[in-house]
């Protein structure tokens, strides 16, 4: 008898998980089933297509020569027969049997498997407050999503975005684009939680705001309002105009028909699986969305949605269900975005989710340029380093700038994957040549700065600490160690001017009896006037982490001569 | 007594060296000595300024904010002392005594050293050839260099470029961005030997021969010729017209001070160090081009002069010589040029490297898109994935394409220096949006392709196989999976179609007995040609690795209707 596999859900996992299964085992039976008329799609192409960047909804659809992932491709080319638009309404385990309904027809019917695969996904979570089933609410995730998202973003209309992580801030540049004005609601106090520091996430919001967006933080919506469409978002007492709203306050895993089958659910609430893939019952897989994953680096189960993963998720399943042998370790929480001319990301642990995880950290912001810095087109990125204190172990690394950033969390996500230390990823042999990066690039620059902190010659103290005391008023000395021309531009507000250059001619000009704090655009004249000042006896030197290029917070304007 | 610490050569490595002594124990003095009159010069930017691309000399000598790095820099911001123009003649280790003397005023002086670091460097080859030293014979390396090559470098003349190397390379695009009619003469039969495998050089050769770049491989230049200056390259019997030739043939560390002070010299030429930089004599490190230093892969002891290891090398020197503890353990081989449109570049060993130092390898090709397919701007690249054959340990990546390559060279290199497994890479969790990458990065592709064939799932054969048996006139089906439109447009000679959809359904017209070589426009249909054929029951197939984009031989033309 030929072996009968059945994988729910045609998107990222599923797709790959039957198509898979096929290749490595023509001898078994695949079939493909999926509630909804579109297969196989790339939801994190929606973004894209309302903002005109992809054009044709179908390239969304499509495989890199252009052919349309459909019923008919999966059945001529991977062998794999799809049932569209049918919904699973159970699972009989112990027959081994699913109970189908065609959408269109409401008709029902039961198909056999031998082995099943869930790719059920992950549902848009949309909160339980007033009218929030007004038309134009809408979320960002199925095709027909899409397309109502195109047709509603209509230029000089408001647009009201209810989550300010990944997908509400790539759906604000994308209705930007298209003429919206646009408003971000997030309830925390700051953008992208979990994913950036509140500083590191500081410089994306300074760059929403430049670019027109209307950022609001630590807001709750409590309500909507409307006729025949929504027209207002509601905030306590106050109300703010909207033509379209989008609901990106996060994503929950699918397991309706897992739970209700009986199937064991993790602490996440997403389906549990063994690293084969395989849940509590030996008979059925699950990958993608609905499934949790472990994270490397605490061991904890975590749901971290991403299209990366459940590719790599479907393999395994596809692998294993047709009776192979693979695996799937876990995930670092690598996640990233292009915002406007920003890109933003981070890999491994943030320093919040690194405290809460009970590692003593320590922390590096480490501006500089992507490339070297005569290249034309060179741009400033931030990268934010933390290790453990005592290991000087990799956690997590953060970075944010108009230049090239996926790169260096992609190296540092083999570097955090492989337990580097920072010792180890400050002499990693990266590939140099001027239109790449400088000679020594930002990760390494950013290690060597974390070694010296961890060796002691360096004492970096951070932005927001900064801030805590000049708001309090201590007695502290902020020394600008930049040039007369770059301190006139601008700089912070009653910061203390002495050129590097001057520095060891003027120490007298310097209390020895204050803290005194250097910096300068990316701290390392900083760190240099930190150095001098210890070698001439001053004994509480510390330099401004990151310098005025991390600086979240405002800047004096220019002094006029 | 204040310890006096002299560091020899003052571009990266002794720069950063000197610098960093002086930042690690402030109460150390440090001289810096060198013999040209600029110092501190980024020479890797050459190539760029001949170009007009970086427009201002003085952008290679300055900080990222401008700031020349000139003998006053030093003095004032690191706190050392500068000689520049000023030869060391010999090296009194018993009397720790440098005896020196002035380029300018030829007057002699002695300085006492506690400890000494040779950052001496490296010199260009100039081959031993009749009339290498005519007037517009020029290397690559001082500042002397790039002016004479800026004002050589005429529109509509004729410049002849020895050596197709990382340097050879990048100065034909300079050249040819100038105007100049441009040849590459190279003595071994490729481009680009050491950095890349033969057919990974050949797609780099290609893309210089679109730019209009004449390249002669596997030729011996024997001899220059012509009155006030060159205007002649003799190959043999043959000459060619040059009216200003570049010798780019790579470059010998200056060991010459060294030697003659019985410092202890490696296997390769260079100076030999311990971890910490330490040469024979225990006052007295190296770093730089000028030393050697471990490949992390193969363990032995390598001459690869580069400003990245230059500088994470100084760093080191810099430590220790002040009384630090720090190391450098070594390089993996990581190259990268951009040349015209293209970036091309390796970590870790070819194939040729891997198979002369005995390891047993399996290789793949792969050629995809550097982001999502949809995503405006994507390009190709093709990666070369060079792993143990038993162990599946990654040795080597190659990478060549439009698209972007560093990215994935740098988290090779991480994975390489790691000693991490095909497995392992293939389930990194890699930064994806898609302005960034497809939802599996190129990498991980790569590495799941080297899983199918290690499985025994695909079986690749290699372009010059292929090309190989269809010299030999050997019986073999050349399939192509594509649709008829793609095949139309262009393919390999000879080869037949049968649409990968339809392939099913048309098995009966391929015959049992012969071997088939599947193929497509990247082999992923045509290594799911391969599966259905196995599944079919055909015993001898295979699929061309990296199809017709990783092809580095002719296309035949498109057919006409």
Redesign the interface.
């Known amino acids: 008898m030929q072996m009968k596999i059945v994988v729910i859900g045609a998107n990222?996992a599923g797709a790959k998980a039957a198509s898979k299964a096929k290749?490595?085992n023509?001898?078994v039976d695949v079939m493909l089933i999926d509630r909804g008329s579109f297969i196989s799609y790339?939801a994190?192409?929606i973004p894209?297509y309302v903002s005109d960047?992809?054009t044709d909804i179908r390239?969304?659809m499509?495989?890199?020569?252009g052919?349309i992932r459909d019923a008919?491709?999966f059945k001529?080319?991977?062998?794999v027969t799809v049932r569209p638009q049918t919904e699973v309404i159970r699972i009989d385990r112990h027959a081994k049997l699913l109970y189908l309904r065609d959408s269109l027809t409401e008709e029902q019917a039961t198909v056999a498997y031998d082995r099943l695969v869930l790719a059920t996904g992950s549902s848009p979570v949309v909160p339980a407050i007033d009218n929030v089933s007004l038309p134009n609410i809408v979320t960002v995730k199925s095709i027909e999503d899409a397309h109502l998202l195109k047709q509603a973003a209509i230029t000089g209309f408001n647009a009201c975005i209810i989550g300010g992580g990944?997908i509400g801030l790539?759906m604000a540049e994308a209705l930007r684009q298209r003429g919206m004005k646009v408003t971000i609601i997030e309830m925390q106090e700051q953008l992208l939680p979990g994913v950036l520091d509140r500083e590191m996430a500081f410089l994306v919001e300074k760059q929403l705001r430049v670019q027109g967006v209307t950022v609001m933080t630590g807001c709750r919506v409590t309500g909507f309002s409307g006729k025949a469409i929504v027209e207002k978002v509601h905030i306590g007492e106050h109300e703010f105009p909207a033509n379209l709203v989008i609901l990106a306050t996060g994503v929950t895993p699918a397991v309706e028909l897992a739970r209700v089958a009986g199937i064991t659910l993790g602490t996440t609430g997403a389906i549990a699986v063994d690293e084969r893939l395989r849940t509590s019952d030996p008979s059925i897989f699950a990958c993608g969305d609905c499934c949790e994953t472990t994270h490397?680096i605490t061991g904890r189960q975590v749901h971290i949605p991403?299209?990366?993963?459940?590719?790599?998720q479907g393999?395994v399943a596809g692998i294993n269900v047709a009776g192979?042998d693979a695996s799937?370790?876990g995930?670092?929480?690598?996640?990233?975005?292009?915002v406007f001319s920003l890109?933003a990301?981070k890999?491994g642990l943030t320093e919040t989710e690194a405290r809460a995880n009970g590692f003593d950290v320590e922390t590096v912001l480490s501006p500089?340029?992507d490339k070297?810095?005569?290249?034309?087109g060179a741009k400033p990125i931030v990268i934010k380093l933390v290790a453990e204190r005592m290991t000087g172990r990799v956690l997590g690394v953060q970075a944010v700038g108009e230049g090239?950033v996926?790169?260096r969390?992609?190296?540092a996500?083999?570097?955090i994957?492989?337990h580097?230390t920072v010792d180890?990823l400050?002499?990693?042999?990266?590939?140099?040549?001027?239109?790449?990066?400088a000679?020594?690039?930002n990760l390494?620059v950013a290690a060597?700065i974390m070694k010296n902190k961890r060796?002691g010659?360096g004492r970096g103290i951070s932005p927001e600490e900064v801030k805590r005391k000049l708001d309090a008023n201590e007695e502290i000395i902020l020394l600008d160690v930049?040039?007369p021309g770059?301190h006139l531009e601008a700089g912070i507000e009653g910061a203390t001017l002495i050129p590097?250059?001057?520095l060891?001619e003027r120490f007298n000009e310097l209390p020895r009896d204050k803290e005194i704090i250097a910096f300068?655009?990316?701290s390392l004249?900083g760190y240099?006037a930190q150095?001098?000042l210890?070698?001439?006896g001053f004994t509480n030197t510390k330099y401004l982490d990151g310098g005025l290029l991390a600086w979240p917070y405002g800047l004096r304007a220019a002094y006029t001569i």
């Open positions: 990222a290749r490595v023509a001898d790339g994190c192409g894209y960047t992809v390239e969304l499509s495989t890199p020569v052919v008919n491709f001529k080319v991977k062998g990944l790539e490397l991403l299209g990366s993963t459940a590719n790599k393999r192979g799937f370790c995930v670092i929480g690598t996640s990233i975005l292009r890109n990301g890999t500089a340029h070297a810095h005569f290249f034309p090239v996926d790169k969390l992609d190296a996500a083999v570097a994957t492989f580097a180890q400050s002499q990693i042999d990266f590939a140099y040549a001027p239109p790449y990066s000679a020594m690039d390494i060597d060796d010659q930049r040039s770059e590097l250059g001057m060891r300068c655009k990316v004249r240099e150095k001098m210890d070698g001439a």
